[in-house]
């Protein structure tokens, strides 16, 4: 099972605006709306924070955004602050003979 | 407040088993899918296995299938992993982690801390 593929690393300067690709194929990101992004600053579990391509869950911030073209999904934070730092990862159901799920390589965000 | 409390990690030589349990709290544990999720330290997420509320629809990863079970025990809130012929490459961190929905493929909202599992002779 391949992971989804996203860049190794992003950055950008508080206030900016940053975008993060994740690239599937028409067996996951493009045939289905089950896209998920996670935040993991380390040492720390992972937080949800976009769930189906563009929902987020109660108490994240709408600086945070979700969408998806095609195969690839994105996720776009605004107004960047320090504590955005962090690896980003996406999240997709897979089109498989039985239950299959795909994370992305992981991105790293650094705030400059 | 929703919590994950993973147990039974540890040092196994390579070859042998270990069985992994999730006890589950602050929700309707029956109502909602649940999945295992390992990071090797320093490195990215792997899914390895999920599970509907009622054990119906279950899915592993390549690398686990055929050695590895997932179950649950809704009378017990808990969540399991049985892992067998365990080898070096199964060495991370196994999280466990709540679904949004019943069944398996939307994405999960709730993480455990995590039981480190090291293979190693």
């Known amino acids: 099972q391949s992971a989804l593929t996203q860049p190794a690393s992003v950055s950008g300067s508080p206030g900016q605006s940053i975008t993060i690709s994740c690239t599937g194929t028409r067996s996951d990101v493009g045939d289905y709306n089950y896209v998920s992004w996670y935040q993991q600053h380390p040492g720390k579990a992972p937080k949800l924070i976009i769930f189906d391509v563009s929902n987020r869950p109660s108490g994240i911030s709408s600086r945070f955004s979700g969408s998806k073209s095609g195969n690839t999904a994105s996720l776009t934070i605004s107004g960047l602050q320090a504590e955005d730092e962090a690896d980003y990862y996406c999240?997709?159901?897979?089109?498989?003979?039985?239950?299959?799920?795909?994370f992305g390589g992981g991105t790293k965000l650094t705030v400059l | 407040e929703v919590q994950l409390v993973e147990s039974g990690g540890g040092l196994v030589q390579p070859g042998r088993s270990l069985r992994l349990s999730c006890a589950a709290s602050g929700f309707t544990f029956d109502d909602y899918a649940m999945h295992w999720v390992r990071q090797v330290p320093g490195k990215g997420l792997e899914w390895v296995s999920g599970i509907s509320w009622n054990s119906d629809i279950i899915g592993y990863a390549d690398s686990v299938k055929g050695r590895f079970t997932i179950s649950r025990d809704n009378t017990k809130n808990s969540l399991y992993l049985q892992m067998n012929s365990l080898g070096p490459e199964d060495t991370a961190l196994y999280y466990c982690?709540?679904?949004?929905?019943?069944?398996?493929?939307?994405?999960?909202?709730?993480w455990g801390q995590g039981a480190l599992v090291s293979v190693s002779s």
């Open positions: 999240n997709s159901y897979r089109r498989s003979s039985t239950l299959s799920w795909v």
């Open positions: 982690a709540k679904e949004i929905r019943p069944i398996p493929q939307t994405g999960v909202d709730y």
